[in-house]
Each structure stands twice: as C-alpha cells, then as structure tokens.
C-alpha cells in the first residue's frame, strides 16, 4: 500500500472507536477504499455532454446520451471483471442490471428512487487509475435529477438536514466539469457547494479541472469552431481561476465516435464520395437530392456520429480510409488534451487527494455529539504532522497559494514537489542522478525555500515556503543525508 493510504487506514483504525456508530461505519468504509482509484465526478448541467465524454474516456458507447431512466440515476464506472452492471439500493441491496449489446438499459426495471447508483465494472485501461462517476446534471427540470447529482458530489441531498450531511462523505475526490458555454450561476454556485461540503478538498482548484464540451459546435459556422472553443476555454479558465485549475476545449461526440469503433471503411468511403460536393448542398440534402454515387443513409448516420462540422471536414480526411478519419477525429476532438489534464491536474496527486477527503470525512464525524471531538481531533492532528502525509501539507499550501497569489513564483514549484513521481523529478534532475547530488541539490532548495517563507508579503506564499523547505528536507533524507 502507499504510504499515503497506508498512514489513512491506521488513521481510521485509531479513531473508529471514539466515534459514534455513523461514524464507526464512515471510518470503515474509508478504511477499506483508501487504496481505490481516484474517484473523479463528470458534473455539470444536463445536455452539456458528459456520458459522451465518459464514453470517449473508457473507449465504450456505454452510457446512455439519450434522455432514459439511466440518465437520470448516478452511474460509476469502475475497473472490474467479470464485466457487469448493478443497481445499488438505497436499502443496501443489489441486483443485476443487464446489459444490452454492451449499453446499459434505457429502463432499470426497479422505481428510480430506490435506486442509489448503477455501478458499472469494466475491463477498460482507462479505468485502472481512476473511477468516473457520471452525474445526471445539475438545474435541470426535475429537482431529484439535481439532487442525485449533489449527493454523488457532496454526500447529501439538500433536506437531508442532520445526521447524514454531519458525515458529507462527499463520495468523489475530484471533479470534471462539463461546461457546455460561457458559465451559468447555477454552476458556479454546484461549485461553490462543492467546495463547502467538502472542506478540506476546499480550493476546487487543486481537486477539479474543466472541460469545454461540444467543441465542434463553437464558432460562426465559417471559420474553425476549435480555434473559437479554444479561445473561450481560455476565458473560462482565467474567469475561473479559483474554481478549476484549467479548462480545455473537446468535441466528445467525435472522441466518441473515434474511439469506440463505430467508423467503418464504407463510412470513409462514403464520406469521400461528398468531397467536391459544396457545403451549401449538403446542408440542403433534404430538400435537393444529391448527386449520384452518394450513400445517402451511410450519410446521415455519419451526421448523427460525426456531427455537422465533423462531416463538413471529415470529408477532407478521409481520402486515405477510415484510419486517416479515425485519426483525424481523435486529434480535432481533443480528447487526449483532456486525459492530459486528468493526469497532470488530478491523478499525479491521486493520494493527497484521497486523503484530504478522508481527513475531512473523519473530522466532520468529530463533530457528533457522541464522538469523543477532542480525542478524534488529536489524532487527526497527529497524522497530519506525519511525515508520510506531507503530500496533503502539500497540497493544502498549493490551495492557498492559487487561492491568495495564484501567479507566484512558488507555485510551479509547489506543483511540481507535490506530484506523485520520482524525487529526482522532483528537483528537475535527470532520472539517473546519484543519491548524493539529490541530497545536495534538495539541502540547496531547502535553504532557499526556508528563506522564501521568510521574506514572503503573504501568508500563502510564506506557508507555500515552509511546507517546500520541509519537502525538501524529506527528499534529502530519502537520499540518505
Ligand atoms: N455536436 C456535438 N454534440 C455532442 C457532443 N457531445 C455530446 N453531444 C450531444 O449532446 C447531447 C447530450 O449529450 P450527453 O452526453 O447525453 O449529455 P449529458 O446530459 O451531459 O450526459 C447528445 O445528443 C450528444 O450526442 C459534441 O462534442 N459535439
Ligand atoms: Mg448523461
């Protein structure tokens, strides 16, 4: 086990019994998920095209993007076999939830408000490391859509006043959010939520990372609706500074479509055939029959797995067959700057992040009239000064830095001490530097760092100081110094 995650279950184990029986079981349940993968929850308003992007991200047409039953119900998808689906209950019971051609069913056979979640196990790469939790969005028509979405996030819907909400597991340790176009209110405010019930995971910039959805839809029509969504993501991720760390621009229906087979060599052909056909034409398809030699239903179901631009375009990379349009879409979709920004923003600090959630998990149930809060707190208290959980010290100084001085020097360096990779990487040495220039190299920055918390003007930056000096000092004595 990691150290990390190691130093969290006896964590658990030391506090488990000064609490109360709620929290006994929150205890527990983190005890025995500790070493999962980041749970990362794909939020946002309904429609803004988060099941695609799962779908494109697990490499499946799983999830349903129709308006069915399943879109309205919390879904996990996790790594497992054998590969199935289940409903979980809010009694506690579970039952089999069968897959059709490898979608989940529009109806779950069940009433939907028995229904905690679907959680769906897959032998899918990408869901090694990470779980994705799909949401059913947020200000939508009916209010318990909503309210499924912020217990998946927060642990507890809205008037679930007392007991339950003093524990907020919030279940996820990171969040994805799907914005479809410049930001609502009501979003904002899903993170502003977010960020309270969670507590320590506070700053959403070190747990939560953006998506601009739908990328392919941005724009005029005549120019290129990626260079548009790309310069509003940019706006976006500036006006959304302290909420998520960076906002990327993807079309995921055409990651989708890329990734999960459905191009076949007659769709790229068919597509070919419509090269010198004018654009004009084709929008008027319906009206005006197009010339010979055309498949026109190959066609409209290109429209329907491409969208508008990724046929209009498409067309134009395709001459060479399916694999050129394959990776063509997989490309313009930007897909893989997503998974970058996963990597870079959310899973290289995997454990602080599930730990910081567990240590706010464990403070709140403190808090219960039966608990023994002083004791509970101690502990808690206790762990935190632990060398193996530097990383969550680490991460806290980054969440105040990018909340108080977001452009300072140190936090690119915080950033780079604070990802889960080898110590030489770390200081920016090469992977085969001897342990004696680590231990020089980091005694240096120590010093330097130390006297940074010195001069610093800001809290944040003096704290975002100590906390490297104090990183610096535990990489020079894992090098043996
Ligand atoms: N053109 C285009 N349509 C998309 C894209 N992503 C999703 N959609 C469509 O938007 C609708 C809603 O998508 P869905 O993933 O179900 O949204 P959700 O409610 O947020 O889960 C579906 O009809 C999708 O086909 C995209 O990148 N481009
Ligand atoms: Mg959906």
């Known amino acids: 086990m990691h150290p990390v995650a190691a130093r969290i279950a006896l964590l658990c184990d030391e506090v488990a019994p000064l609490l109360d029986e709620a929290g006994r079981q929150s ?94 196990h897959l032998q899918a790469a990408a869901l090694r490391e990470k779980t994705l939790i799909d949401t059913p969005g947020l200000a939508t028509l009916t209010t318990s859509n909503e309210d499924a979405t912020r217990a998946a996030v927060l642990g507890a819907a809205p008037d679930d006043a007392d007991t339950a909400s003093r524990y907020a597991a919030g279940q996820a340790d990171a969040v994805l959010f799907v914005f479809r176009e410049a930001q609502r209110q009501d979003e904002v405010e899903f993170l502003r939520q977010f960020r309270t019930a969670t507590g320590e995971l506070g700053a959403s910039a070190v747990n939560a990372i953006g998506v601009l959805s739908q990328a392919d839809l941005f724009g005029d029509g005549g120019s290129d609706p990626f260079a548009a969504a790309d310069a509003a993501a940019a706006r976006l991720a500036d006006a959304r500074a302290a909420d998520v760390s960076a906002v990327v621009a993807a079309a995921g229906l055409l990651a989708e479509t890329a990734r999960t087979g459905l191009i076949r060599e007659s769709d790229a052909r068919a597509l070919a055939a419509t090269a010198d056909v004018p654009e004009q034409r084709l929008r008027l398809r319906h009206r005006l029959p197009l010339p010979d030699g055309i498949d026109v239903a190959a066609l409209e179901r290109l429209y329907t797995t491409l969208g508008v631009h990724g046929v209009h375009e498409g067309r134009h990379h395709c001459a060479a067959g399916a694999h050129q349009l394959v990776t063509w879409l997989e490309t313009v979709s930007g897909l893989g700057r997503v998974e970058d920004l996963l990597r870079h923003g959310l899973l290289c600090r995997a454990h602080a992040l599930k730990a910081m959630r567990a240590m706010t998990v464990l403070t709140r149930a403190a808090d219960a009239p039966q608990a023994d809060t002083g004791a509970v707190l101690a502990l808690i208290e206790q762990a935190r000064l632990d060398p193996a959980l530097h990383p969550v010290r680490e991460l806290r100084a980054l969440r105040h830095l990018v909340a108080e001085a977001p452009t300072s020097p140190l936090r690119a360096e915080l950033e780079r001490v604070s990802a889960d990779s ?60």
């Open 27 to 120: 205890a527990a349940t983190l005890r025995d998920t500790v070493a999962e993968p980041l749970r990362v929850a794909v939020v946002g308003r309904v429609k803004a095209g988060k099941s695609t992007l799962v779908n494109a991200l697990v490499g499946r047409r799983i999830a349903p993007t129709a308006a069915g039953e399943c879109t309205r119900t919390v879904t996990w998808y996790r790594y497992g076999a054998p590969e199935r689906a289940e409903l979980h209950l809010h009694d506690g019971t579970r039952r089999d939830l069968p897959l059709h051609d490898g979608r989940l069913p529009a109806a779950l056979g069940t009433p939907a408000e028995e229904v905690a979640r679907i959680v769906v």
């Open 422 to 481: 080898s110590d030489a990487a770390r200081l920016g040495l090469a992977e085969t530097a001897a342990a004696g220039d680590i231990a020089g190299e980091a005694r240096g920055r120590a010093a330097a760092a130390q006297s940074e918390a010195a001069f610093a003007m800001l809290p944040a930056e003096a704290e975002a100081g100590r906390v490297l000096a104090r990183s610096y000092q535990l990489i020079a004595r894992r090098a043996g110094s």
